[in-house]
């Protein structure tokens, strides 16, 4: 998968996390120069609720469909690409975010009590169901797994610090 990714002109970073449909890896784009976020699904893994592969690729492929519509949309994350189709798996690129899922935040800090990064959040969840929401979309699937965090570099800020989350992407 890793050659597939490079063949495609992306330099794999690290994987970046596991989940029951597959992989999300850390890439960088040869040409943009741009991080991007390679999520390789395999095929044989693919269960959901007890369904298999076969009986929710639509769903799958529709999900797809519909994130590549929002391109442009800050706060909800893109498909960069046609998905890529392989025998075993397959492979779509999107948005990179540096400071990885809710979940990711939780199980390292346990509580987060700093409300300038509470608000940063739940400011960017809300925009964004209300971007889908608008163009007639629910996500039906809103967990901290499925919630991911970019920190602005310290030149988009505009004067907010965001200390406690620069020290989770500093790791």
């Known amino acids: 998968m890793v050659n597939v990714i490079t063949r495609l002109g992306y330099d794999v970073i690290r994987l970046a996390g596991e989940g029951a449909f597959g992989r999300v890896y850390e890439t960088l784009n040869h ?11 395999l095929k ?8 298999e592969y076969d009986d929710i690729k639509s769903e799958i492929k529709n999900e797809a469909t519909v994130m590549s519509d929002f391109e442009g949309v800050p706060n909800v994350i893109q498909i960069k690409n ?7 798996f397959f492979i ?3 948005n990179y975010c540096n400071a990885g899922t809710l979940k990711t935040l939780l199980e390292n800090f346990k509580k987060i009590d700093d409300e300038e990064v509470l608000a940063f959040i739940m ?3 809300f925009d964004g169901l209300a971007d889908l929401h608008a163009a007639e979309v629910a996500h039906m699937d809103i967990k ?3 919630i991911f965090i970019n920190v602005p570099s310290a030149d988009k800020r505009e004067n907010i610090t965001f200390k406690s989350l620069q020290e989770i992407i500093d790791r």
């Open 82 to 88: 046609k998905v890529k189709n392989y025998e075993d």
């Open 31 to 41: 040409k943009t120069q741009e991080r991007i976020a390679a999520k390789v699904i």
């Open 123 to 125: 400011k960017g969840v």
């Open 144 to 146: 901290p797994e499925n």
């Open 44 to 51: 044989k893994n693919a269960k959901y609720n007890g369904y």
């Open 92 to 94: 779509f690129f999107m």
